[in-house]
């Protein structure tokens, strides 16, 4: 059974840092962390794959460091420097098929529920 849990989401003063983790159960081919403002579509910010090879949106490069613990199934999104307009819900997601963790045509198969960033 799929489970994916956020953690680590609060409220931090711009400049600040935050580090969110997932407690995963399953076995990806990829993960990745999105995020979504009120009235808009889900954005992919990081991506990370088996082999290690990571993905990020130009908007958080140099910024978020997106990692996973391989021997606890779980992955993080460090951000630092973070801005008032990376407010938003963070999910967790993930893929089990390899051939969904290239590009962007395809999104996640699993969701977690989402944790709160809030940045002022």
């Known amino acids: 059974d799929v489970q994916l849990v956020e953690s680590g989401g609060g409220s931090v003063q711009a400049g600040g840092s935050l580090r969110l983790s997932c407690a995963a159960s399953?076995?990806?081919?990829?993960m990745s962390w999105f995020r979504q403002l009120p009235g808009k579509e889900r954005e992919r910010v990081a991506r990370?794959?088996?082999?290690?090879?990571?993905n990020y949106a130009d908007s958080v490069k140099g910024r978020f460091t997106i990692s996973k613990d391989n021997a606890k199934n779980t992955p993080y999104l460090q951000m630092d420097s973070l801005k008032p307009e990376d407010t938003a819900m963070y999910y967790c997601?993930?893929?089990?098929?390899?051939?969904?963790?290239?590009?962007?045509?395809?999104?996640?198969?699993?969701w977690g529920q989402g944790t709160q960033v809030t940045v002022s």
């Open positions: 997601a993930a893929n089990i098929l390899l051939f969904r963790c290239y590009g962007d045509s395809w999104l996640p198969s699993y």
């Open positions: 990370i794959r088996k082999d290690g090879s990571t």
């Open positions: 399953g076995n990806f081919n990829c």
